[in-house]
Structure formats: structure tokens, C-alpha cells
């Protein structure tokens, strides 16, 4: 079948050794059921004791280390049941990860890499290049996240997904002007004024989807102390984040999840949501900025993006949070004012 994707999936391969199998350690590793079926023939107590049913879930799941690791993983950063029986033998999840595949056409997938992989992350976020994009073919992938139902026009569907990366790569722009032209886009209308952006909002926002994200239950003494820091630092330390490794981000983010079309047809909500997602990594890595006196390295931008996509990609809270702050605005003028620094 034809695929759409990254030119840089082509050239990805997994090496635990370079990663230290992070996606092997503290992540709920999911067997599928058919991959259950070819495990339990093989009659071998060393995998099935690892295995446990999850009743009020209806899912097996393998049953982690005391130290998180999964049991399967060997000294060597290998999967012991991929070195003994084969990749066919692995889980759905294993056997794709860090692969993200979308199917929005009987014969016509697109599949890129999540950033919570380490080595898809350096390859991706710290190229210089634009992310440029083939269609090849592939035998049919295991796992597809199916959006037939989402998108009626296929053609139409990628031109509009297309024309959304020309705007995130356009160069010539500001980032938050390249947001605004997106939203422009997506949301098919003029746009009458442009609001002055509300900083001070803007960080209470920001305050409270971390807060939210990592359940933290913060004092308003503490969210007063981290807004007033922000506040005084911002706009000094925000000038200095990478543009280039933030426009990698934004393309790669809005691809790999399928963006416009992640919401049941209202596309403006998921434009929302792609927006207010970025702004709350820009805040995370301007607060990771302040706190290192605006000297960060490249393992610390890495870091942040890690931290901030590990939360929207493996704990439900943090993609949450992003999707209420999204429905939260009234309209255009509300949005804008509150997250796009246009001024």
C-alpha cells in the first residue's frame, strides 16, 4: 500500500545500546492478543509468568521488574523474546514503536515516529534541514490508528495537510506568525483583528495545565513565585530558543498526530489543541531555560521535549489537560490573545 511519511523513517532503525532501551523501562508494555496466542504455544514459563491479564481493562500486559525494567530485556539492551523466537513474536507495541501509522484511506496509510524515542528525537528535532516528505510503498503495517471515517477526501485531506507544513516551515516568519497563518488556514476564515497578547493570562494558562499535567496540586504562593519568574525572564529567554529545532517540533507534532483531523471532525478544536500543546513545551523549556541562566544544552532542550511529550503520549492527564485549556476559549479573538505572542 502507499504511504506518506518523513523521508527520516526510512533511515531509522532501533538500537537499544544508543538509548539505553528507554521505551523497554517503566512503560506499560501491552500484548495484544494474537501476539498472546503465538507467546502461549511456545508453552515457555519464562515468558507466560510474565505475562498477566488485566481484568477490569480486558488487557494482558507484562508484569515489570521491581526496578520497572521489562522482564525481557537482556543485559545486552536486547529483547530476549526477539532474540530467541523473532520480531513476529514481539507485541504489536514493541514490534512498531517508535512508528505512529495512520490509516485514512483503504490502500493509503501515513506513519512517521513519536519523539519519546530518544534517537528518533536527536535525528529528527536537530537537523538543520526542513522535514521533507516521499510516498513509497509498504506491506501493510500491524497497527493502524484507522481514520477512514475521518477523512472523506483523501487528496484533499493531504493537500490541506501539506499546505499546513509549508506554513510551520516557512522560515520567513516568526513561529507564533506561522501559528497564526496556520489557524488562518484550518479554520477556512479571515481573521478581523488581532488582540494584544495577554501575557499574564497567558502564564496562568501555562501554570495551570502543569499543574494539571503532573498532578501537582500547587499553592497559589507557588504558582505566583513561578509566574513572576516567568514573567521578568520570558521574553529575554524565549528569543534565544532554537527556531529551527522548534519548527521540527511543530511539523513532526502535527504530522505524527494526524492533525487536523485527531478530533472528530472539528478542526478547529484540534488546531487549538496543536497550538496549545507547542505553547506549553515553549514554557517548559523557557522555564528549563531560566533555571540553567539561559545556557541550555542540546541534552536539555531534549530533555524538556521528552518530559513534555512522555506526559502526551503515556499518561492521559497531560493530553487532557491540553484538550479542556483548547475548549476552553470563546472564540478567535480569546484564543489568539491568549496564546499567539503576534505583537
Known amino acids: 500500500m502507499k504511504c506518506l511519511r518523513p523521508t527520516y523513517v526510512k533511515n531509522f532503525q532501533c538500537d537499544g545500546t544508543k538509548c539505553l532501551s528507554r521505551c523497554c523501562r517503566n512503560w506499560?508494555?501491552?500484548?495484544?492478543?494474537?501476539?498472546?496466542?503465538?507467546?502461549?504455544?511456545?508453552?515457555?514459563?519464562?515468558?507466560?509468568?510474565?505475562?498477566?491479564?488485566?481484568?477490569?481493562?480486558?488487557?494482558?500486559?507484562?508484569?515489570?521488574?521491581?526496578?520497572?525494567?521489562?522482564?525481557?530485556?537482556?543485559?545486552?539492551?536486547?529483547?530476549?523474546?526477539?532474540?530467541?523466537?523473532?520480531?513476529?513474536?514481539?507485541?504489536?507495541?514493541?514490534?512498531?514503536?517508535?512508528?505512529?501509522?495512520?490509516?485514512?484511506?483503504?490502500?493509503?496509510?501515513?506513519?512517521?515516529?513519536?519523539?519519546?524515542?530518544?534517537?528518533?528525537?536527536?535525528?529528527?528535532?536537530?537537523?538543520?534541514?526542513?522535514?521533507?516528505?516521499?510516498?513509497?510503498?509498504?506491506?501493510?503495517?500491524?497497527?493502524?490508528?484507522?481514520?477512514?471515517?475521518?477523512?472523506d477526501d483523501v487528496d484533499a485531506a493531504i493537500d490541506l495537510q501539506r499546505r499546513a507544513i509549508d506554513i510551520l516551515q516557512d522560515r520567513s516568519a516568526p513561529i507564533d506568525c506561522r501559528l497564526e497563518n496556520l489557524c488562518r488556514l484550518i479554520f477556512d476564515q479571515s481573521v478581523d483583528q488581532k488582540n494584544s497578547f495577554d501575557v499574564e493570562r497567558h502564564a496562568d494558562i501555562m501554570i495551570d495545565i502543569f499543574d494539571r499535567m503532573y498532578d501537582a496540586d500547587m499553592s497559589v504562593e507557588k504558582k505566583d513565585r513561578i509566574k513572576n519568574i516567568y514573567l521578568s525572564l520570558r521574553a529575554e529567554v524565549r528569543s534565544t530558543l532554537p527556531?529551527?529545532?522548534?519548527?521540527?517540533?511543530?511539523?513532526?507534532?502535527?504530522?505524527?498526530?494526524?492533525?487536523?483531523?485527531?478530533?472528530?471532525?472539528?478542526?478547529?478544536?484540534?488546531?487549538?489543541?496543536?497550538?496549545?500543546?507547542?505553547?506549553?513545551?515553549?514554557?517548559?523549556?523557557?522555564?528549563?531555560?531560566?533555571?540553567?541562566?539561559?545556557r541550555l544544552t542540546v541534552d536539555d532542550l531534549l530533555t524538556a521535549i521528552d518530559a513534555i511529550n512522555e506526559r502526551l503520549d503515556h499518561n492521559r492527564g497531560g493530553m487532557r489537560a491540553v484538550t479542556d485549556s483548547a475548549r476552553s476559549f470563546d472564540d478567535w479573538n480569546d484564543f489568539s490573545s491568549a496564546m499567539l505572542d503576534i505583537n
Open 28 to 151: 506499560r508494555v501491552v500484548i495484544d492478543r494474537d501476539t498472546y496466542k503465538k507467546l502461549s504455544a511456545l508453552s515457555d514459563p519464562r515468558v507466560l509468568d510474565r505475562i498477566k491479564f488485566v481484568d477490569d481493562e480486558n488487557i494482558f500486559i507484562v508484569e515489570l521488574a521491581p526496578n520497572g525494567d521489562c522482564p525481557f530485556l537482556r543485559d545486552d539492551l536486547l529483547c530476549s523474546i526477539q532474540k530467541n523466537f523473532g520480531a513476529d513474536f514481539l507485541s504489536t507495541v514493541c514490534h512498531d514503536y517508535p512508528r505512529v501509522t495512520y490509516q485514512i484511506d483503504e490502500n493509503f496509510i501515513e506513519q512517521s515516529l513519536t519523539l519519546t524515542c530518544p534517537v528518533a528525537a536527536r535525528s529528527i528535532l536537530l537537523s538543520d534541514d526542513p522535514i521533507a516528505f516521499e510516498t513509497v510503498e509498504l506491506d501493510r503495517p500491524r497497527f493502524t490508528f484507522d481514520w477512514r471515517d475521518r477523512i
Open 243 to 294: 527556531a529551527v529545532l522548534l519548527e521540527n517540533y511543530l511539523v513532526n507534532e502535527f504530522f505524527m498526530r494526524c492533525y487536523p483531523f485527531s478530533r472528530d471532525g472539528d478542526r478547529q478544536l484540534a488546531c487549538r489543541m496543536f497550538v496549545v500543546g507547542f505553547k506549553a513545551l515553549e514554557f517548559a523549556l523557557t522555564l528549563t531555560a531560566i533555571s540553567k541562566n539561559n
